[in-house]
């Protein structure tokens, strides 16, 4: 099994522009590649805290309607976090949050997972907003010296980092217990370090998103490998990293080590996850039969 920790949010997806109508949708990066991996038909578990509103349970039907499994999914009668896309002329996302007192931001730790936990992966928000923040940095350090292989996706999202630099110290004392570090170019531009430096630190792989250029790894021994991106009409990117850390996570959990993996094979199957969702509105990845 692998196991997605992190925030369940909804999208208020603009709808049409510029008249600014917008679409409730389930998002946040966690809750994304939790479905997008069970859509991928892989074996998920989603770890999170999540509202009782209306939106929660709504949120919650989306990954069981996935084959997701929620026995790791904590409640609370808080609200749930709101986001706002505005979207750029290429489809590309800067969002604004509602987040002050809302549920995924009172995340627990919960026990040891499972025997059969495979994976874990971390990111965005829920690495940012206290208390949860320590608690999902807790989950990442515990069950890295485990064992399991481990995801982190930074998907930084400066709107909600009131310390930047704070933040990118916190970054780098993440990577010792990290297997592979998937970030897309603005992230790595916004983080300000260099690969080299990342994998010193402990990654066994680098994978950089870089849009319509496609995805490159770099790896522990040396080597680099790259795919390209596929051409399709884009609606927007909404979801696009998050289908790419499904598909990593679907290709690599349970190999012995992420470095040695079949890159090519690796980068190729999640470029071509990530453009099946880029032709569709909101976060909604693609289906193992459409792969």
Known sequence: MIVVGGEALIDLVPLDRPAGALLPRPGGGPYNTALALGRLGAEVAFCSRVS????????LA????????????????E???????????????VYGFYVEGTADRLFALPPALPAGVRALALGTCSLVLEPGASAYEALLRRESRRGLLTLLDPNVR???????????????????????LKLSEEDAAWLGGRVGDWLAAGPSAVVLTRG???LTVWTSDGAEHSAAALPVAVVDTIGAGDTVNAALLHRLAGAPDAGAAD????????????????????????YAAEL
Do not use: H, K, N
Request: glycine residues 12%.
């Open 158 to 180: 400066p709107a909600l980092i009131a310390d930047p630099e704070a933040y990118r110290e916190r970054f780098l004392g993440w990577l010792p217990y990290v297997s592979v």
């Open 263 to 286: 890159w090519p094979d690796v980068l190729a199957y999640a470029a071509r996850a990530a453009a099946l969702t880029c032709t569709r509105a909101g976060a909604e990845p693609p």
């Open 62 to 77: 989306g990954l069981r309607a996935a084959g997701v499994d929620l026995s790791l999914v904590q409640r609370g009668p």
């Open 79 to 93: 609200p749930t976090t709101l986001a706002v896309p505005s979207l750029g002329p290429d489809g590309s996302a």
């Open 212 to 214: 319509a250029a496609g």
């Open 52 to 59: 009782a509103d209306g939106f929660g349970e709504s949120l």
